[in-house]
T-cell receptor
């Protein structure tokens, strides 16, 4: 079983639609969860962080965390062509012998078409 | 806004040569990381560094790799004898605490010929 798994994509949505990105993780000791956006050839850029169960909203982005189901999601409302990128789910255990190591999923490519 | 910087942006080297990749983390951060991303693959953890020592390292981080914080600002990754399979983007990241957000530098593209 992969440590962090994302919906495989690619995902294509029309401009103005909601894009839904999903991620599951295997380590129940995970404590913090991140969504990064990565444009081709660039470094990961933080979109959202979430630490406790429930929803967290920031502008057009909503992250959802369900630790019991080991599931994290990202919703992008009113998708724009500039949102077209690869979205990376990253999970941090940070406890015991682990000092903040991020484990990444393979990424989901999102394309927003006009 | 403070940011992580990395130099060089692109490094080309011959197989077997040593390379040093440099990073300047955000100034008040205490935890430092190196990750790599082979083209088309996921971002992989290499090593974490805290309180002037390695906290954790991955299986990738073998004896050919080393890290150093030679002064109060720089954080370096050295590959002693590069292999073709070391060709990748190398990202440095830093954070204030072990569970906080990690901020990534722009990366160094390493090409081993």
């Amino acid at each position: 079983q992969k440590e962090v798994e994302q919906n495989s994509g690619p995902l294509s949505v029309p401009e103005g639609a909601i894009a839904s990105l999903n991620c599951t993780y295997s380590d129940r000791g995970s404590q913090s969860f991140f969504w990064y956006r990565q444009y081709s050839g660039k470094s990961p850029e933080l979109i959202m962080s979430i630490y406790s169960n429930g929803d967290k909203e920031d502008g057009r982005f909503t992250a959802q965390l369900n630790k019991a189901s080991q599931y994290v999601s990202l919703l992008i409302r009113d998708s724009q062509p500039s949102d077209s990128a690869t979205y990376l789910c990253a999970v941090n255990r940070s406890g015991g012998t682990s000092y903040g190591k991020l484990t990444f999923g393979q990424g989901t490519i999102l394309t927003v078409h006009p | 806004e403070p940011e992580v910087t990395q130099t060089p942006s692109h490094q080309v080297t011959q197989m077997g040569q040593e390379v040093i990749l440099r990073c300047v983390p955000i100034s008040n951060h205490l935890y430092f990381y190196w990750y790599r991303q082979i083209l088309g693959q996921k971002v992989e953890f290499l090593v974490s560094f805290y309180n002037n020592e390695i906290s954790e390292k991955s299986e990738i981080f073998d004896d050919q790799f080393s890290v150093e914080r030679p002064d109060g600002s720089n954080f370096t990754l050295k590959i002693r004898s590069t292999k073709l399979e070391d060709s990748a983007m190398y990202f440095c990241a830093s954070q204030t605490s072990g569970i906080d957000t990690q901020y990534f530098g722009p990366g160094t593209r390493l090409t081993v010929l």
